[in-house]
Every structure is written in structure tokens, then in C-alpha cells.
Antibody
Framework: QVQLVQSGAEVKKPGASVKVSCKASGYTFTNYHMQWVRQAPGQGLEWMGIINPSGGRTSYAQKFQGRVTMTRDTSTNTVYMELSSLRYEDTAVYYC???????????WGQGTLVTVSS | QSVLTQPPSASGTPGQRVTISCSGSSSNIGSNTVKWYQQLPRTAPKLLIYSNNQRPSGVPDRFSGSKSGTSASLAISGLQSEDEADYYCAAWDDSLNGRVFGGGTKLTVL
């Protein structure tokens, strides 16, 4: 079965960077684009961007351009999301997910809580 | 401020039918399919509806989706206590070149 297992919770200071990992299993890693979505406490879902694990091509939401970098390691079937210049408002649960249009193929990681605190 | 607009809350009593709306524009709902997610506290979103009105296997037929123009709706009939959750609509936005979500609707079963 498809599994997306994310790295553990992080606490970072303002201005620092955080790198969250998402290890995929149960499907062909290069066949599905990986998405990142975040959810601030008590707030809704916010799409951050997407990476194609096959060639590494990325597309980021305008809000995060310049601060987010998504990479992948095909040898370990792992995708990474790095967010830099952290602000208090970046405190959120970060999810990796894969989905397709037109089918019910839709899988999410368990989420990684990133807390930005001085 | 979410690109897709949902009411922040909805409620109903057991057995009732409730509807949650999702309003968008021509660049998202108007030209792409809609998904609906259910999110229980401290868990990842779970797909409830895809392609506007299709249910994944395992989702009860009490849940149904529809779309008309630039709006979509999720209907839950025969409301049950375990339906108490947050519900989100989602669609691709051609102008933003990214996925957009509604702000979420918190459903309370009275």
C-alpha cells in the first residue's frame, strides 16, 4: 500500500531554515508528482508547490517563491521540502501528498509540525 | 483569504441533510474538477469526492458532490455523529498554476 512517511517535528528560531523529508513506498516513485501543503494552527490548507520526482522539475506557489526549495533523491524514494528565512507565521503542519486528477488516487503523509519560536 | 470560498461553519442534527458550498471562479472551479476532503482533528485530509461527484470506494453514499459553473457543493445525508469534522474543497487554478483550497467548513452534529 502507498505510504508517505515524514520526518519528525521541528522547532526553529526566526530566520532559520527547516528541511522536512517525505519517504515514499508502495508505488513507483517517479510516476507521481509530489505536492506539499501546509496548515497553520486552526487554519485551512495551503498549497506550497510540486516536484516531479522523475526529472526534479519544480513549481512553487508565488507566496513561497524564493524561500522554498523542493528536491528529491531517487535512490531512497525521498522528497525534501526546505523553507528558509522562517517567520513565526510559518508555524504549521506540513504535509506531503500525491494525487491525480480524475481518479481517487490521493495519499497524504502524516504531517510534520514545524514550530517557529524564539 | 482563500481562493475558494466556503462557509466557516455548518450544523445539523442526526439524520438530517446538510450542504456545504464552495464558490470559485472561471480559472479554477469553472474549468477544472473539484475534490472534497474530510479532516478529523490532528489527522491528514481524507479524500471524500473527486471529479466533482465521484466517491472513492469505502466512502458512504451518504456523501455526494455536485458542480455547476463556478460553484460546487458537498451534501451529506443521514447525518451521523462521526461526520463531525472539517471539510475542504479543492481545485486546480489555471491562472495561479497551482492547487487552491477553500477555507474549510467546520461541521457540527448537534
Amino acid at each position: 500500500q502507498v505510504q508517505l512517511v515524514q520526518s519528525g517535528a521541528e522547532v526553529k528560531k526566526p530566520g532559520a531554515s527547516v528541511k522536512v523529508s517525505c519517504k515514499a513506498s508502495g508505488y513507483t516513485f517517479t510516476n507521481y508528482h509530489m505536492q506539499w501543503v501546509r496548515q497553520a494552527p486552526g487554519q485551512g490548507l495551503e498549497w506550497m508547490g510540486i516536484i516531479n520526482p522523475s526529472g526534479g522539475r519544480t513549481s512553487y506557489a508565488q507566496k513561497f517563491q524564493g524561500r522554498v526549495t523542493m528536491t528529491r533523491d531517487t535512490s531512497t524514494n525521498t522528497v525534501y521540502m526546505e523553507l528558509s528565512s522562517l517567520r513565526y507565521e510559518d508555524t504549521a503542519v506540513y504535509y506531503c501528498a500525491i494525487w491525480t486528477t480524475g481518479t481517487d488516487y490521493d495519499h497524504w503523509g502524516q504531517g510534520t509540525l514545524v514550530t517557529v519560536s524564539s | 483569504q482563500s481562493v475558494l470560498t466556503q462557509p466557516p461553519s455548518a450544523s445539523g442534527t442526526p439524520g438530517q441533510r446538510v450542504t456545504i458550498s464552495c464558490s470559485g471562479s472561471s480559472s479554477n472551479i469553472g474549468s477544472n474538477t473539484v475534490k472534497w476532503y474530510q479532516q478529523l482533528p490532528r489527522t491528514a485530509p481524507k479524500l471524500l469526492i473527486y471529479s466533482n461527484n465521484q466517491r472513492p470506494s469505502g466512502v458512504p453514499d451518504r456523501f455526494s458532490g455536485s458542480k455547476s459553473g463556478t460553484s460546487a457543493s458537498l451534501a451529506i445525508s443521514g447525518l451521523q455523529s462521526e461526520d463531525e469534522a472539517d471539510y475542504y474543497c479543492a481545485a486546480w487554478d489555471d491562472s495561479l498554476n497551482g492547487r487552491v483550497f477553500g477555507g474549510g467548513t467546520k461541521l457540527t452534529v448537534l
